[in-house]
């Protein structure tokens, strides 16, 4: 059995698809290229894909990562191509490597975040971001399936800075009008339960700075994947991968003949 690792995004409109609208739109496109998925055993097999640390509806994204099983070998560049073609626009399978490590899900243990906020003047936004970062904790609440929880939405925090609007952006052109300011935050959080996510943060800037967007920010994650403690980095999770496909292969270990 052949495993498959994929990365993907989520652009323009196609950021408010649900994971679950995912899903469909990905099990049709694996029908259509005419993979030769392994299916799970029981009275209603399921393609045997394994989704990882999917973004929140509404964010965009350029670094989605799943897994596929395959019964047949495939070279992984070549179903990458069949497999976008079968995609709409803007969910998008750009990267393809042949699994060759374990623990794909274990690497991805942090993000790096594109928060677009219109409306709001980017020297504001820097007064709030100093704020947030000379803060040793920052509570926030957030409805759950349990009621409202509080939690601290500081120390997930690896980085967190402004930039100007002239600083490349990765969101929509339909999220960026010019007739207003527009701050631009960069994020890089720790993947920690509960977890962390954008609009908590926000909303920690918000109770430290009384920072609040007129209209909801343009959210797209541009990373994702093992942090660099030193640097404050995210590192490409299918890097090992690529890695292991490149090593040469291992001279054979010479056996002691027996005595006669």
């Known amino acids: 059995m052949q495993r ?3 990365r993907y995004t989520k652009r323009g409109r196609l950021r408010f698809t649900s994971h679950r609208d995912f899903q469909r739109a990905f099990e049709r496109a694996l029908r259509r290229a005419e993979v030769p998925m392994a299916y799970s055993a029981g009275f209603t097999p399921h393609p045997k894909v394994s989704y990882a640390n999917a973004a929140p509806t509404g964010t965009g994204s350029e670094a989605e990562y799943l897994e596929i099983a395959l019964t047949e070998a495939r070279d992984p560049e070549t ?3 069949l497999l976008d073609e079968s995609l709409p626009p803007g ?3 750009v990267d393809a490597v042949e699994a060759r490590t374990s623990g794909l899900a274990d690497r991805l243990s942090a993000s790096v975040w594109e928060l677009r906020l219109p409306g ?3 020297a504001d936004a820097a007064r709030a971001v100093a704020a947030f970062n000379g803060a040793e904790t920052v509570e926030v609440q957030r409805m759950t399936k349990n009621g409202v929880r509080t939690f601290d939405a500081r120390s997930a925090v690896v980085g967190l800075e402004s930039a100007d609007e002239s600083t490349e952006t990765h969101s929509s052109p339909a999220d960026r009008p010019t007739d207003q300011p ?3 935050l960069r994020l890089v959080v720790r993947h920690v339960t509960p977890a962390v996510r954008p609009d908590d943060v926000l909303s920690g800037l918000r109770a430290v700075a009384d920072l609040a967007p007129p209209v909801p920010a343009a959210v797209t994650r541009l990373a994702q994947g093992l942090l660099d403690e030193e640097t404050g980095t995210v ?3 299918l890097a090992p991968d690529r890695e292991a496909a490149a090593a040469p292969p291992a001279a054979p270990t010479a056996t ?3 005595p006669a």
Do not use: F
């Open 4 to 6: 498959i690792r994929l």
């Open 256 to 258: 002691a003949k027996a």
């Open 120 to 122: 709001v003047d980017p």
């Open 79 to 81: 179903l990458r191509v």
């Open 182 to 184: 527009c701050a631009i």
């Open 235 to 237: 590192t490409d999770p």
């Open 91 to 93: 969910l998008d399978v």
